[in-house]
């Protein structure tokens, strides 16, 4: 398929909760190639929705490294913060429809349950503030067919139980913010880390109930660091050094299993991307939860 005329549009949704280290480049990397060799286009959604976790220009800081790294994205950034229209939108939706309610359950409770809600404030009349506001859940089993790691399912009410869409503190869960976006801005495939598969049933749900179009998933596997740890910006993975920008690219596209040749150990960022895309071979990707790699 030629450029401009695919209907496939991908996209990297990054949290600025700090600097972009190989974990995020990886999940960067893979959608920007699986959307450029599919012909498609390549959106950049910031999602900034928790200002307590996000150190001053960290939003800035990930951009400028992507630009750095040879990953141009199309259009105009979103940045979630500015979409809080939508996503109270997307709560009436749910509320007219039955389905959420207020729960001030402590976190010690959930705990007690290990995580996995028991629908305790489903039927209370009055729930004083502050509360958050839970999606009632259905007991069945909910599928996806993953593009890398293949068939995977989660009945909701063994996984998590009825969950939180907005929080006690009034910020709005990744799950709904998330699905309102990726409907809005048309996204047809989403290729990021491993660590949010078990998200992807949540997500399909709330795709159900608010009426969206369900897009394609591939989770890549996640860098771990020598103990089995994901690489995580909590986790103070080092920030990418962006003076090596090229080795960086070669040495996330050998991790995704596309086998950059030796004689592009040289290469530039752009000549690494052109290969890249040519030889782009989602496949080829290892059907694996984590990868540990030594971060030098
Ligand atoms: N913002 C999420 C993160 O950085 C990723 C969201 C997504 O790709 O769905 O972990
Ligand atoms: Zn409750």
Not at 1 to 25: K, N, Q, V
Not at 144 to 149: F, K, T, V, Y
Request: net charge negative.
């Amino acid at each position: 398929m030629s450029p401009g005329t695919s209907a496939y549009i991908g996209r990297f949704a990054p949290s600025p909760s700090g600097a972009l280290h190989f974990g995020s480049l990886l999940a960067a990397l893979a959608s920007f190639l699986d959307a450029r060799a599919c012909g498609g286009q390549w959106l950049l959604r910031m999602e900034d929705l928790d200002p307590a976790r996000e150190p001053p220009g960290a939003a800035d800081q990930i951009l400028y490294l992507l630009e750095h790294l040879g990953l141009h994205w199309d259009g105009p950034v979103v940045y979630q913060s500015e979409r809080q229209a939508a996503y109270a939108d997307a709560l009436e939706q749910l509320r007219e429809a039955g389905l959420v309610f207020p729960c001030d359950c402590t976190r010690k409770r959930m705990r007690q349950l290990e995580n996995v809600y028991d629908g305790h404030c489903r039927k209370r009349a009055q729930v004083p503030e502050p509360h958050a506001l839970r999606l009632r859940i259905e007991n069945r089993e909910i599928t996806l067919s993953d593009q890398i790691q293949g068939c995977y399912g989660q009945n909701l009410s063994q996984e998590c139980g009825d969950f939180i869409i907005r929080r006690k503190d009034g910020l709005i869960a990744y799950q709904l913010a998330v699905v309102v976006d990726d409907a809005w801005q048309n996204i047809s495939h989403i290729v990021r880390g491993f660590d949010l598969l078990d998200s992807t049933p949540r997500q399909l749900y709330l795709q159900e109930k608010l009426g969206l179009p369900l897009p394609r998933y591939a989770h890549i596997p996640v860098a771990s660091d020598a103990m089995g740890q994901k690489l995580s910006k909590q986790h103070f993975a080092r920030p990418l050094d962006q003076g090596r920008a090229a080795e960086h690219i070669h040495r996330a596209l050998e991790f995704l299993g596309q086998a950059p040749p030796p004689a592009l150990q040289q290469a530039t960022v752009e000549e690494l991307l052109a290969w890249g895309i040519e030889h782009w071979d989602i496949h080829e990707v290892p059907r694996l939860a984590t990868i540990p790699i030594n971060e030098d």
